[in-house]
């Protein structure tokens, strides 16, 4: 069981390692800032598998702490990029 | 090779990648979210090496907190920047960096790689200490009992590096408000991402600081969350950062180091020597200067991201 | 008892690491950055929720438990605002944002 873990674990940061490769080098930002979205899922599950697996302690309160941080880290790359303009100019918008 | 193997030589091949991706970036906002993306993977490597105390602190200040002030320091930059300005180290200084960094990488990595398996370590000992201390976190103990005086003065550079900042302001704004004044009807999304993750990050953040006296946690990781939900809300434009001059904003910036102080010198008096602590109540004194330090980190980390005042003080 | 768990655990954790293995085909194959934040979002939210449940029986406590779920509620409801904003950036700047 502990391998299988491990071997998921593995598999889903292989899987990061190809979603970098493409939304880093992507055209645009956009793709960019996913990227900090893309780190925060997969590494709070490759963290919860291994810590499952390898027996870590409080680990929980790690992933805890890493939703909040990508989440945080990704508004900041939105409003870098795309600096949060006040509701009235959305009005051409229609929605 | 068995799996685990495996995965740990994946992982720094990842975390190489990124690094390297990170050098080449073009951009700076690019070479940010490569420094992000790399602190995050950073810390689940610090998890492989059992140290989860340094995996909440690298996700939290190593990755969360300096990449938002990156961000910011690239922006500024952007705004700044004028026609021929673009002047960037090339050729020769630039080679020479890359070497002196790679001499540097490759003799801590035979360092770590050549040190024998039972080498010095004072680590059995304080082991064998800890319950004098009633905590159970041997990370905390050894950052606010055994180098109490070490953690402290950690805490005035901090202090510091936040005047360091304001600094920079020119002299009319001094006494200012940094950062941008808050949206009397701020956009929607972002408010309600803020109004929901502050409180709930709030209470994580509080918890992670509280658990830190027996599990991994601890008041500068807590107080880096906490200060991610402040920093959160500014940038939703729901509140604005307080004015530099704020006699409230001063006082929380040094309790921490004031209050650590004053324990240490009750110690001198109360328990023998400076910064010793008195047998049977050292955790409560303990919780006490942590709960300090993290007002203080929560106020200072917000501060140092919003950079220096930018609008007058008013009269 | 303890072949159930682990059976239930192989069965979740492997669905949830499908979706992770779909989102990231998501990611390199649709056309363009809408799409691929509509890949990554969903499905690296299900594929951890999928994990998570997978690792619910083999907590060590109730509040550790509870921690997991908390951690995925939080990762949905984070992720969902962001791509909201992500979408928002991108439509503000064009489709080359």
Same mark, same amino acid.
């Given at each position: 069981?502990?391998?299988?873990?491990?071997?998921?674990?593995?598999?889903?940061?292989?899987?990061?390692?190809?979603?970098?490769?493409?939304?880093?080098?992507?055209?645009?930002?956009?793709?960019?800032?996913?990227?900090?979205?893309?780190?925060?899922?997969?590494?709070?599950?490759?963290?919860?598998?291994?810590?499952?697996?390898?027996?870590?302690?409080?680990?929980?309160?790690?992933?805890?702490?890493?939703?909040?941080?990508?989440?945080?880290?990704?508004?900041?790359?939105?409003?870098?990029?795309?600096?949060?303009?006040?509701?009235?100019?959305?009005?051409?918008?229609?929605? | 090779?068995?799996?685990?193997?495996?995965?740990?030589?994946?992982?720094?091949?990842?975390?190489?990648?990124?690094?390297?991706?990170?050098?080449?970036?073009?951009?700076?906002?690019?070479?940010?979210?490569?420094?992000?993306?790399?602190?995050?993977?950073?810390?689940?490597?610090?998890?492989?090496?059992?140290?989860?105390?340094?995996?909440?602190?690298?996700?939290?200040?190593?990755?969360?907190?300096?990449?938002?002030?990156?961000?910011?320091?690239?922006?500024?930059?952007?705004?700044?920047?004028?026609?021929?300005?673009?002047?960037?180290?090339?050729?020769?200084?630039?080679?020479?960096?890359?070497?002196?960094?790679?001499?540097?990488?490759?003799?801590?990595?035979?360092?770590?790689?050549?040190?024998?398996?039972?080498?010095?370590?004072?680590?059995?000992?304080?082991?064998?200490?800890?319950?004098?201390?009633?905590?159970?976190?041997?990370?905390?103990?050894?950052?606010?009992?055994?180098?109490?005086?070490?953690?402290?003065?950690?805490?005035?550079?901090?202090?510091?590096?936040?005047?360091?900042?304001?600094?920079?302001?020119?002299?009319?704004?001094?006494?200012?408000?940094?950062?941008?004044?808050?949206?009397?009807?701020?956009?929607?999304?972002?408010?309600?991402?803020?109004?929901?993750?502050?409180?709930?990050?709030?209470?994580?953040?509080?918890?992670?600081?509280?658990?830190?006296?027996?599990?991994?946690?601890?008041?500068?990781?807590?107080?880096?969350?906490?200060?991610?939900?402040?920093?959160?809300?500014?940038?939703?434009?729901?509140?604005?950062?307080?004015?530099?001059?704020?006699?409230?904003?001063?006082?929380?910036?040094?309790?921490?180091?004031?209050?650590?102080?004053?324990?240490?010198?009750?110690?001198?008096?109360?328990?023998?020597?400076?910064?010793?602590?008195?047998?049977?109540?050292?955790?409560?004194?303990?919780?006490?200067?942590?709960?300090?330090?993290?007002?203080?980190?929560?106020?200072?980390?917000?501060?140092?991201?919003?950079?220096?005042?930018?609008?007058?003080?008013?009269? | 008892?303890?072949?159930?768990?682990?059976?239930?655990?192989?069965?979740?954790?492997?669905?949830?690491?499908?979706?992770?293995?779909?989102? @990231? +085909?998501?990611? =390199?194959?649709?056309?363009? #950055? %809408?799409?691929? $934040?509509?890949?990554? *979002?969903? !499905?690296?939210?299900? &594929?951890?929720?999928?994990?998570?449940?997978?690792?619910?029986?083999?907590?060590?406590?109730?509040? @550790? +438990?509870?921690? =997991?779920?908390?951690?995925? #509620? %939080?990762?949905? $409801?984070?992720?969902? *605002?962001? !791509?909201?904003?992500? &979408?928002?950036?991108?439509?503000?700047?064009?489709?080359?944002?």
């Amino acid at each position: 069981m502990t391998d299988f873990l491990l071997a998921m674990a593995g598999l889903i940061l292989f899987t990061v390692a190809v979603g970098l490769a493409r939304l880093l080098g992507g055209p645009g930002d956009a793709d960019r800032m996913m990227a900090a979205q893309l780190i925060g899922t997969g590494g709070i599950a490759s963290l919860l598998l291994i810590a499952a697996a390898t027996g870590a302690r409080g680990v929980e309160d790690v992933a805890l702490g890493l939703a909040l941080l990508a989440a945080f880290a990704s508004v900041a790359f939105v409003n870098s990029a795309a600096p949060a303009e006040a509701p009235d100019s959305d009005a051409a918008d229609g929605r | 090779m068995s799996v685990l193997q495996a995965l740990d030589i994946g992982l720094a091949l990842l975390v190489f990648a990124v690094a390297a991706w990170t050098i080449f970036a073009p951009g700076a906002f690019s070479a940010t979210v490569g420094y992000v993306v790399y602190g995050l993977l950073l810390s689940l490597v610090w998890i492989r090496l059992f140290a989860v105390d340094v995996a909440l602190t690298e996700a939290a200040i190593g990755s969360g907190v300096t990449g938002v002030l990156l961000i910011g320091a690239a922006a500024r930059l952007r705004e700044a920047k004028t026609a021929g300005d673009e002047k960037s180290l090339s050729g020769l200084p630039r080679l020479l960096i890359a070497g002196l960094c790679t001499l540097v990488a490759l003799a801590l990595a035979a360092v770590a790689l050549l040190f024998p398996d039972q080498g010095p370590s004072l680590a059995p000992q304080s082991m064998r200490r800890l319950p004098e201390t009633g905590l159970g976190n041997p990370v905390t103990a050894v950052l606010i009992a055994y180098r109490a005086f070490d953690t402290m003065l950690e805490k005035v550079v901090l202090v510091l590096a936040v005047v360091g900042v304001w600094s920079l302001a020119a002299d009319r704004y001094w006494g200012g408000a940094p950062g941008e004044a808050r949206l009397a009807r701020p956009e929607p999304t972002l408010a309600f991402l803020a109004q929901v993750l502050a409180p709930l990050g709030v209470l994580v953040g509080i918890h992670i600081f509280w658990v830190g006296a027996d599990e991994p946690g601890g008041a500068f990781q807590g107080g880096a969350i906490l200060a991610a939900m402040w920093m959160i809300a500014m940038m939703a434009r729901l509140t604005e950062a307080p004015r530099t001059s704020a006699f409230w904003l001063r006082l929380a910036l040094v309790a921490g180091p004031l209050v650590f102080l004053i324990a240490g010198v009750a110690g001198a008096i109360f328990a023998g020597s400076f910064f010793a602590y008195p047998p049977g109540f050292a955790k409560p004194v303990i919780l006490f200067i942590e709960t300090f330090m993290v007002l203080s980190i929560a106020v200072a980390l917000p501060m140092l991201v919003a950079g220096p005042p930018r609008r007058e003080p008013p009269r | 008892m303890s072949l159930v768990i682990d059976l239930f655990g192989v069965a979740a954790i492997g669905a949830g690491v499908f979706f992770f293995v779909a989102g @990231a +085909a998501g990611l =390199l194959r649709f056309p363009d #950055a %809408l799409s691929r $934040l509509h890949a990554l *979002t969903k !499905a690296d939210n299900l &594929g951890l929720g999928l994990i998570v449940l997978g690792l619910l029986p083999r907590s060590t406590s109730p509040l @550790a +438990a509870l921690k =997991l779920i908390a951690i995925w #509620a %939080l990762v949905l $409801l984070a992720g969902a *605002t962001t !791509a909201q904003l992500v &979408g928002r950036a991108v439509r503000r700047k064009g489709s080359a944002a």
